[in-house]
């Protein structure tokens, strides 16, 4: 049965508390990111989109996370966590927030953790997991293009735009993540089979994980994000 689209309207005022989306580069956690944002009215934060503005800014972050982002390794815990609690800080994470890309080390989530409990959270943390095919990991990372004005996400394989290589939105020439390179993708997936694997059961044994199938339709994969938003983590 078709249920009507609920957003903002319907969700805005509750307090969700924080997310964790979890999963491979490119297992789809900007573009679920982004539904999660439309339903419930609280921010994205993408430590990947973030430390791309440093880099863009030439901040003193931005220098030194630079090159240790285009060779696809990840930038050192301290500098991220850094990062991290300066935008939760900020006024329009207090219904709670989405993080996409973080914490992707074990180290980062006990920090998470301990964040978390010096400021008494009160709801639950809950970790979604995107679990998705090697090689569909692959193409997606080889296929994806983004629009540099308005952030769309396209892929040449399986969503192309309507014009080869300009946004369907505003016409823009869209462009390639420097680190999407055959190179970089093969370090980026390394990094995550050895450091944020074993995020699975870390999170797995404190009853916050559901994990969803993302090789599934994309309608079907956002369906069952957002269902499991409304359920108990342990019970989903
Ligand atoms: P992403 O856009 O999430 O794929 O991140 C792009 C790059 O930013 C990664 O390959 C890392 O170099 C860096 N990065 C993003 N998030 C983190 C994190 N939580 N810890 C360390 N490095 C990160």
Request: aromatic share 6%.
């Amino acid at each position: 049965m078709n249920t009507p689209a609920a957003s903002v309207a319907d969700y805005g005022a509750r307090a969700i508390g924080p997310i964790i989306l979890l999963g491979a580069p490119g297992a789809g956690k900007g573009t679920q990111a982004k539904q999660i944002v439309d339903r419930y009215g609280i921010p994205q934060i993408s430590t990947g989109d973030l430390l791309r503005e440093n880099v863009k800014l030439g901040t003193e972050l931005g220098k030194k996370a630079k090159a240790i982002m285009d060779r696809g390794e990840l930038v050192s815990d301290e500098l991220v966590c850094d990062m991290v609690a300066e935008r939760l800080s900020r006024p329009d994470c207090a219904r709670g927030y989405i993080l996409d890309g973080f914490p992707r080390t074990c180290a980062q989530a006990e920090w998470l953790d301990g964040y978390l409990s010096a400021r008494g959270s009160k709801l639950p943390l809950r970790v979604i997991k995107i679990a998705v095919d090697y090689d569909r990991l692959l193409k997606r990372l080889t296929g994806r293009r983004t629009c540099p004005v308005c952030g769309t996400i396209y892929n040449i394989h399986f969503n192309p735009p309507k014009v080869a290589n300009t946004c369907d939105q505003d016409g823009a020439a869209l462009s390639l993540r420097k680190d999407d390179n055959e190179t970089s993708i093969s370090e980026r997936l390394k990094a995550y089979e050895k450091q944020t694997l074993p995020l699975t059961d870390y999170y797995r044994a404190r009853h916050a994980l559901t994990e969803i199938n993302g090789d599934a339709a994309p309608e079907k994969v956002s369906a069952d994000v957002l269902a499991a938003l409304e359920q108990r983590p342990d019970k989903a």
